[in-house]
């Protein structure tokens, strides 16, 4: 489905085009045209291919979709992958869409799949900086990028957020088999971030520094800008892994050491009326020769006895901490 | 087993040929042998070793089999070794096959062993795609990887699918020794998949970028894009080789918690009993002045008695959701 | 808010100066501009941005805050972004704050963020080195560096004294709960240094040996100074938190050790009280053909046999360790 | 002690030569001397230190023994440290030997110490190969290399087929103390292989590719392929480390898994016995008002009662599978 | 404290000198001066600032004390830092002493801190051999490193004969409390030994090969010796700490495999003598028609039935292998 399909020269609009008019206006000197698809046809692929004179390799990844984030140059091109990540509020997890970019010297074509989230306030925000937009098709990758990855950030401060809640709960309430779940699932989803940035921190540094591809050249810094701010996130995620780890952990020492206090109030109480009920026990015998059931005061100072043997144990117990 | 024997020139195939023509065709400019061998005895490996001039050891390495994957070079020409996995479906596990592929300028001679999975596909596509296997003998390299690597999807999303069972049986149901059999063996299958991939990631690194050989010069961001589905394979089976260590891990913690809610249930139904136990105990002694023995109601008072203690210890261990 | 300002020539002072003469002594040969700021305003950021031509993006993460530690490089200048991190006393925790620096041929502008610590003492000590601070912004910059580094030594002291107090805990006195959660909020505490420090260690890495930015080409052996001491906070950091990481597991099995010698004092006084239990069961029985009952010493010695056996119980489980 | 002492030239054995006949060999051109010594004594070592001009450092390496496996460039020759592994019959342990090779451009020397195993095949092998040893002294060196690598294979199989049993054992039969000792003791010896393995490799690596030392030019091919001998014996022993990390693991899970077994049959018949005896003892009772004990089927009603609540208890811990 | 100072030109000693003439000795040509110092007032290490134009910052270091290990160029010279590691015999512990050297084209001044360990034996073995001491001040730091490196090996001895007594009691005696307290205290000491290490491997890796610093020049290979003895050291401590943490492991595994067995044995004994007080339980029960309480044989019969069900059970739990 195409989005829209503009024309500029110069850092400015020049005109919305249809797509029969792209190659007048990719031969213009200083032109670029954007184009942009979301969930596109084999046939809108095709088409774009031939207009654009894309790879043959591209095209194919961009059409089985499902790709790990990457920016490769194909000839004096690039094509980058990208991952949407964006809560998937029906569900409480993660859902993951793609856009495929295909930049030239005179074109940017982006592909949007499996998402909802839309790049027309990127569109907007670049004609609003025409100095920057003069740089040409690789400041729109920037600003695609630049998009994307800001993306990523609720993302991760909603992870951190639900692990912080998590958290509290190992150490006061008592509900160690949902935490454990919902550790494990807060992992499932560090991961599936992880897998979205890890790749494109490999790609996007080759946008900066060293041999830069030539669409490139002129926005460097504001590569190394995206990749800071990829940095950031991954460095996230690697102490949010290492904390869930520790967390699971955590968890099962805090079950085994109430465990532990179970057993030794279970062992106290055990202690306490095996006691008392061997003491019963003895009395219950039906020896002839028992004086003491005989005295006038042997019941009460039978019950006094034991009570006083209980309540000792108690006592040590209590002191001992395990009662 | 010779399976087939084709020459080509100019990306056309001219013609099926014996073994004994080989040498006709591979001195023809631009032209260039495709010999497909199964399970070969050593007599066809040195006939071919002859005909094609392999190196010593890349022959012996094909003989002796069971070899790592690996993509050498030896002076012009390139030595691979690739792994065949197929999911075993009589014992459930996973059977691994290897294909040995020797190219030369002029030649590419292929060698499988213990796997039914034929190349027969590889080699239609390719002669289906004459502009492309007109870059010689490097394409064809490239196009047995990618279908030795294309094998591996279905492979890696069978062990997710695996997973994903196992992991929904972790939260729900108890069987925690099956779970963790499983899980085991799911690993052991990833590491098989494992040692396929890495060393290959390794091999083809090297056939794109940098210092490239002769032979697959034409093909360079082919071999790329092969090494961009190695990467995705690799970075699943890490994913899925760290979600199984946390699996065993949080099926442990399960098991240690479902311990502990036994060891509060016994506890609690084992301090009612000593309760009622030590009262009955305590009455049932043979003492003569027990005046409540004698009175009318003593029985029922003392039943009503101790199910009320029983019952209020049920009350409170019910409270605490130790029952 | 602006805390000073002040321009130097040769490594001596020269005057205070107003923001509004900024322009007039950056031009002066030899002279550059200190300007020091603290929680800055947007509106003094760009003033700032003005006088100095600073980068747009360098000026947009200083705006924004909450950067990763870097120093980057845009022409000629640098930006460096630093955490601040001091012991919040109130909280027992720890807080972060930020500074940034800029850095040109003939000025610095350090930005001071969330944090209460200064850098006054930072100032007297360039001016009391006028031999050191001759050689230009890049020396206030290591002097700035070296100070927030040096800040870092007390914090990961106490992180260490901590450390060393849970350990004697988990040995001696039996609070595993609480000190798996010191050890757990010891480690998040590790990882807000770990992240200061690793990030800036990249950053600082690249002002020494190999190409090394203009502005810090006098003082390489300052920043080298620099980095080893950032190696030496970032190899304790690593240590403790393998140290923590065992330490979890080490009490883990103290709990589980624990619980051990609880199940055998349990069973072992379990095993003497349901002996002596059974014995006067069995005299308690009400058969008739029970000659025991009537002998004349039956009853002590129906006690002494309890007693022996019970004794000996006990002998033999001391001896095993288990009561 | 002197095992034999050979000169070749261009492939050929000359003469068996004593030993003070070597320097009259070493200078023949084309020409080179290769001395095998077992157990060597200090004064053996000094007459070949001399006779070849070796390198202190390297010969005092020598003496000593105990060294980690290395090659390293002194001049244009070469020493070698490399462990020999043999299973050791007697312990159903490993032993550990090394041999010493010094190569320079017209002499190998190989010193053989704390081990059985010999290298007369390696001799013999090499003179039935004449191209191959004409290469020079360099070959020699691989061959050696070749041999002892060689040798490493049939003690990884050992350790997998040892660490097959033990998985098996873990799943099946119930010897937990005995297949944790068995782990421990072969991720022992899977270390000592280690050791052996990876430090060679970063040796053997720098023999092909790169810069490559004089003697070893000529057979760059050769020490590839034991390099990738060594590489698939270091992956065999990283996999293996991993997977008895994970049985470890494991095994410990079913032990917590037969104990939670265990604790729940415990709990269920402690369960039934006490509701028996709770029974019993009420009726036990000696309270007078008590009509149930006089009924003419009190007592039998009394069993069937007793039955059939620990009857029903049993039924349901039987369909919980506890009992 | 000054312990002594020596000129020496040409490997051979020239004379014992003062502080005051080492002005003279140090520009003699093919002349360095060594001075030893130990536990440095700063007063000394300012007149041998003044005295051998020492780097400002290495001063400083060596001053403050309680730096990692380094080795770092200032101009021409050179500035190390190394751990002197020795066992603590009072307290069982280990004990870190630092030695900095700087060494200059005519100068070696070593400055020992907080250790009793001298290096006149290093001294004697230098003059020993002037041959080698003619290279100049780089051999001295050569002969320092190596006596400092020998110093590590009777120390990670130590450990390695713990940590296999610990391995011992592990699987034999009953001490697991006392096993993890070690494996933790020996961990800690493997902890300072790597921190001695580690960081030196990367400072004596660039004294060889690659671009070396003028004064180490001559002294390459003696170097690449140091730095193998580090890496067979730091190869040790690693595969220490990984044997450590498995221990801790198996430590943990052979406490729980032990509670298993007791809960085995406890549930077993629980079990014989619950059924043993059930059935004098009900025949102690007060009812009036039980007509085996008036049988002849009736008791004798109870008895042997009684203890005929317990002896059966205890047969079925021996033969299981529980009590």
New interface residues.
Partial sequence: MLINCVAYQNGAKLADISVDHISDYVSLPGCFVWVALADATPQELQEMQQEFGL?E?AVE?AQHGH??P?I?E?GNSLFAVLHLIEPDAEQGGINVGEVDVFVGANYVLSVRNRSKLGFLGVRERCERQPELLRTGSGFVLYALLDAVVDRYFPVIDALEVELEQI?QQI?TKGA??NN??RL?EL??RA?VLK?AVA?LMEGVGKLHGGRVPQVCMGSQ??F??VL?HL??IN?SID?MR??I????????????????E??????A???I??????F???????????P?????????A??VL?LSVCGYLYYRFRRAGWV
Same sequence: chains 1, 2, 3, 4, 5.
């Fill in positions: 790879h390799l990844d790709q790990r990457k490769e194909y958290e150490f160690p088999h454990i779940q494990y992992k499932r991961m897998r790749p810094d504001y190394r800008d800071d940095s950031r460095g102490a290492d904390t780890g520790t967390a699971i952990q955590v968890n099962l020492s805090m079950v085994t050491i109430e465990e532990n179970i057993t030794k109030r279970l062992a109480w055990a202690s009326f095996a006691v008392c009920t061997a019963a026990g003895i009395w219950g015998m039906n020896f002839e020769g028992m003491e059931l005989k005295w006038a005061y042997g019941y009460p039978a019950l034991i």
